[in-house]
């Protein structure tokens, strides 16, 4: 066999070797293809809502009001005869968008400030931390109860809140990632020829400290779920009628002993999308550290 018959030989069979180190942390960590099989169902019926639905999740129906799971209403109906099953399968679209969309502001901000305060440090690293600090000092629920005071109840005002109360936990991290990658010697030899600190920070270093980042995010968007309807429960989120899971809880738990469904359902969608959000989470966790990879 030739050098270059090597060579190709090596390319080919890289792919193969890279499948299945993939395949090997599968099968030690099945949870993850649960948690990515949910998820991935969850995103079809977010998707696929307006077919899934039998009926308008906002339609009123007085004559069938309060009526328990049936097959015409699997998961029953709420107190003006609205669909139960029609606003689940709405609200996750709605969920799921909130929880995205608080993780892209919650990220990115947290991001760009923890590469500017481990990358240069001193005084601008101390103006930044201590602002971090204030901010953590808050628990996140309550600092986004402050923000959504502030910018008014609205599920647009949500998500905003939610992403502002998680900018703290991205800075902190992505801080302390930077400061350890920008002591390699890579990065010192391209700040010894003149490249450009927006250069490093971009090309060099933050694809470095992605491999946390993508984890935080996976596993920050089921609390952001859970912090954006548990602000609906508290009348801040999802304004009626919009078909959000913590505004229907919040209207079912008056009639929890006339109509245990209408809070059962929301709240095991509540539940699974968190579940699969977390065992994706871990997933991503155990497969991204270093530890794991040399295996």
Do not use: C
Not at 211 to 235: E, K, N, Q, R, Y
């Amino acid at each position: 066999m030739t050098m270059s018959d090597r060579g190709l030989h090596s390319e080919i069979k890289r792919p193969r070797s890279t499948l299945s180190r993939m395949w090997r942390l599968s099968r030690q960590h099945p949870s993850t293809i649960v948690g990515a099989s949910l998820l991935f169902i969850l995103i079809a019926i977010a998707i696929l809502a307006p077919v899934i639905a039998p009926f308008d999740p906002t339609d009123p129906n007085p004559t069938v009001r309060l009526t328990p799971p049936s097959s015409t209403h699997w998961f029953g109906t709420d107190e003006l005869g609205r669909d139960v099953f029609s606003a689940v399968i709405w609200g996750a679209r709605i969920s799921l968008r909130v929880g995205l969309i608080s993780m892209g502001i919650g990220a990115t901000l947290g991001t760009l400030l923890g590469l500017l305060a481990g990358f240069y440090g001193r005084w601008l690293d101390t103006i930044l931390m201590r602002l971090i600090d204030i901010l953590l000092a808050f628990p996140g629920i309550l600092l986004a109860i402050t923000f959504v005071a502030m910018l008014g109840p609205g599920l647009n005002n949500v998500m905003i809140a939610v992403g502002i109360a998680n900018i703290p936990r991205f800075t902190r991290l992505v801080r302390s990632s930077v400061m350890s990658v920008k002591t390699l010697t890579y990065v010192e030899a391209a700040e010894s020829v003149g490249v450009p600190s927006i250069r490093i920070m971009v090309r060099h270093i933050l694809p470095n400290v992605l491999s946390p980042i993508i984890v935080l995010v996976t596993l920050g968007i089921a609390s952001a779920i859970l912090s954006a309807a548990g602000l609906s429960f508290l009348g801040l989120g999802a304004q009626p009628p919009t078909p959000e899971w913590g505004a229907m809880l919040s209207k079912a738990r008056g009639f929890l002993r006339v109509a245990w469904w209408w809070a059962t359902f929301p709240g095991l969608a509540i539940m699974i999308t968190v579940l699969a959000m977390n065992l994706l989470g871990d997933g991503l966790r155990d497969a991204l550290d270093p530890r794991m990879r040399s295996q």
